[in-house]
């Protein structure tokens, strides 16, 4: 069993619908991170969380340490959130970083 | 202006070559990283500096050696080039240790033949 299971694998969505993405893991972390790569190959880190909840703009990051799992939300979606969208967690002292194999998402106009 | 920089973006070489990748920040960061994308789109973790000193070298061939000259810089030389190391190459930085959030540079496509 992989470390970090992300689902969907594949998301197809219109534009203004509620997305929603989940990454579940099986090990302690001390953080983990939400990655977004578009077609054009680029890696932008979208958020960093030990707890709780964040937000930015459309998007927003949850995580429940106690059920280890994280879920990432974007409202209205927009054709310009498709992109591959990746979970990742660090993991206790050994600073490892493991990576999910992320979720493709197509937003159509 | 670039934070976290790469070159070259694409490199296209010959089995046996040796081949260098250089990557660069202008953020301040401590730490840096080389991480592989693979044709499946699955990205690893390769190597982690902190402060100029290697962190992490996760179980990869020691025909690839990371050199960081300064906090600034980590570049990735690979000898003797197999047709499985073809793959886009990620360097990244951080304040820290992964506590921080990651920023990455654009990638290098390195294709063997």
């Known amino acids: 069993k992989n470390e970090v299971e992300q689902s969907p694998q594949n998301l197809t969505a219109q534009e203004g619908e509620f997305i929603t993405i989940n990454c579940s893991y099986s090990v302690g972390i001390s953080a983990l991170h939400w990655l977004q790569q578009h077609p054009g190959g680029g890696i932008v880190s979208l958020f960093m969380?030990?707890?709780g909840k964040k937000k930015h703009g459309r998007l927003i990051a949850t995580i429940n340490i106690q059920e280890k799992h994280s879920s990432l939300h974007i409202t209205a979606s927009h054709p310009r959130d498709s992109a591959v969208y990746i979970c990742a967690l660090s993991g206790g002292s050994n600073y490892k970083l493991t990576f999910g194999k992320g979720t493709l998402l197509t937003v159509n106009p | 202006d670039t934070a976290v920089s790469q070159t070259p973006k694409y490199l296209v070489t010959q089995m046996g070559n040796d081949k260098s990748i250089k990557c660069e920040q202008n953020?301040?960061?401590?730490?840096m990283y080389w991480y592989k994308q693979d044709s499946k789109k699955f990205l690893k973790i390769m190597f982690s500096y902190n402060n100029k000193e290697l962190i992490i070298n996760e179980t990869v061939p020691n025909r690839f050696s990371p050199k960081s000259p300064d906090k600034a810089h980590l570049n990735l030389h690979i000898n003797s080039l197999e047709l499985g190391d073809s793959a886009v190459y990620f360097c990244?930085?951080?304040?820290?240790?992964?506590?921080?959030?990651?920023?990455f540079g654009p990638g290098t496509r390195l294709t063997v033949t």
């Open positions: 953020l301040g960061h401590d730490t």
């Open positions: 969380l030990s707890s």
């Open positions: 990244a930085s951080s304040q820290g240790l992964f506590r921080y959030e990651q920023y």
